[in-house]
């Protein structure tokens, strides 16, 4: 373990107590260490959902402090955010979680992107007793041993496994053929070894997944990989890759004319706005994973859509939407703790228990076990009609009716 100077560990213990020490009235402070650059930036998100806290906005009514009157379990309190930017860098995430908790006094800290900066400041926030909020799909997965203040909100691979078991099952005992099954991954440990989790979990179900191709980074094409998937003649493709090699496999299939049944993407690129904009012709039909629908205009989560495209000038996407999912859940404990000791905090994110209904995201709620993790985390399946993703499954939450098989360029 790694040893602090006594003069930051003093200066950090004392920042803490100050921010016990604070007046009821006073902001409460909550920390974020994220990534830039990001795509999209997370402080737009962050900076739209405290404005939701801390300001009414009609028909939010029915999420936890979406009256916008602030945390009325600190007397009105309002919530202001402070940033500290990783810089793509274990050792600077670590700089920026200690500098947000000796001298921003944060009652929490906030991970917005990146695994392994995720990871470092969780380390920090573990061993200094300040509750500690992963709001990606990134780990602290790991990160929770010995740390009894790391929380992850979003689904994690098991997650997005079991969401792939059922929606295949849905189909085949909605009449269609779906036996077997191809994976499409980009050739990094991380995905290789998210394959492996995902054909395990499809092989115990009594699907066959027969082929793990390898996408190599930056191709410019791919034909031999689409060869594969055409000789592998599966029922179904599933693909993770970036906006790059995403793009470049549609073309390519587009080329070499072949369209797999069904083909669903692993979020990633495939949920890239851009992506979408210049390759919607190829991709007719294509399901995507995502923790985001706008749904219908007068929806909790398409009144904050508006909210923060009137702040940027875009939709929310899925990583976007659930960063302020994350802070949303926070300052929900945050109110419920009615206090800004840490101890009161962290009990109170042990406690949480949110429902769909109360959530912007396609989580099944909000519930955390012992290691800090959101058993209740999953995601919608939307597919791609014209230039929108709509929100196709699971059915108790769709926004439109499923197209099969996969049309890609017709």
Do not use: C
């Amino acid at each position: 373990m790694a040893r602090w100077p006594a003069g930051l560990l003093a200066a950090t213990m004392l920042g803490a107590g100050t921010a016990v020490a604070a007046q009821t009235g006073d902001p409460v402070v909550v920390g974020v260490v994220y990534t830039a650059p990001g795509t999209p930036d997370p402080r737009a998100a962050l900076d739209t959902a405290a404005d939701i806290v801390n300001s009414p906005h009609k028909g939010l009514e029915a999420l936890p402090l979406g009256a916008g009157v602030g945390l009325p379990g600190l007397g009105g309190a309002k919530i202001a955010v402070r940033y500290g930017d990783a810089l793509r860098n274990v050792s600077v995430a670590q700089s920026q979680a200690l500098r947000l908790i000796g001298q921003q006094h944060v009652a929490a800290l906030i991970a917005a992107g990146g695994a392994a900066t995720t990871y470092a400041a969780s380390a920090v926030a573990g061993r200094r007793g300040v509750p500690f909020v992963a709001a990606g799909d990134e780990p602290p997965a790991g990160a929770v041993r010995e740390r009894k203040w790391v929380f992850r909100t979003a689904p994690e691979d098991a997650d997005f496994a079991r969401l792939y078991v059922r929606f295949f099952g849905d189909l085949r005992q909605g009449g269609h053929k779906l036996d077997r099954v191809a994976l499409a991954f980009e050739s990094t440990d991380d995905s290789i070894a998210s394959a492996g989790r995902l054909r395990d979990a499809l092989n115990a179900a009594g699907f066959a997944a027969v082929a793990e191709i390898a996408l190599p980074p930056e191709a410019s094409d791919l034909t031999p990989q689409v060869a594969q998937l055409r000789e592998a003649s599966p029922d179904a493709v599933i693909v993770a890759a970036d906006a790059g090699e995403a793009a470049v496999l549609l073309r390519t299939m587009r080329t070499l004319d072949y369209k797999p049944p069904l083909l669903v993407a692993d979020d990633g690129g495939f949920s890239d706005p851009g992506l979408v904009a210049s390759t919607a012709n190829l991709a007719q039909g294509l399901i995507d994973r995502s923790a985001w629908s706008e749904g219908s205009p007068d929806s909790a989560a398409a009144i904050v859509n508006s909210l923060y495209k009137s702040r940027t000038g875009r939709d929310l996407d899925g990583r976007s939407a659930s960063i302020m999912q994350a802070f949303f859940i926070l300052a929900d404990a945050l109110d419920r703790a009615g206090s800004r000791d840490p101890a009161a905090i962290d009990t109170a994110l042990r406690a949480t228990d949110l429902k769909p209904a109360q959530l912007i995201v396609g989580y099944d709620g909000v519930r955390f076990d012992d290691a800090g993790r959101n058993t209740l985390a999953s995601s919608y399946l939307v597919q791609l009609q014209g230039k929108q993703y709509v929100a196709v499954w699971p059915d108790a939450r769709v926004d439109g009716k499923l197209a099969l098989p996969f049309k890609g360029w017709e």
